[in-house]
């Protein structure tokens, strides 16, 4: 999947629209930072990931990200 096709720059992103986990990618997108700022994050525990799969790809809760931008509660 390429940078334009999840999120279209041109197409207003709407946070009631994003799936349940989401992607570095995905988040990185929806913060507007590279996806290094969002692994570093996780490294710091600012934004926690889940890591899937044997290679250890990471997801990120969309009530996490929310959070971060300050639009919902953080969930424990």
């Not at 990185?28 to 290679?55: D, E, F």
Request: proline letters at 5%; charged letters at 30%.
């Amino acid at each position: 999947m390429d940078d334009n096709q999840s999120f279209p720059r041109s197409t207003k992103l709407s946070l009631d629209d994003l799936p349940d986990l989401l992607t570095v990618k995905e988040v990185a997108q929806v913060l507007r930072v590279s996806p290094l700022t969002i692994k570093r994050w996780g490294k710091r525990g600012k934004l926690p990931a889940i890591r899937i799969n044997s290679r250890g790809d990471r997801r990120y809760k969309k009530e996490a990200v929310l959070w971060l931008l300050g639009i919902t509660q953080k969930i424990t």
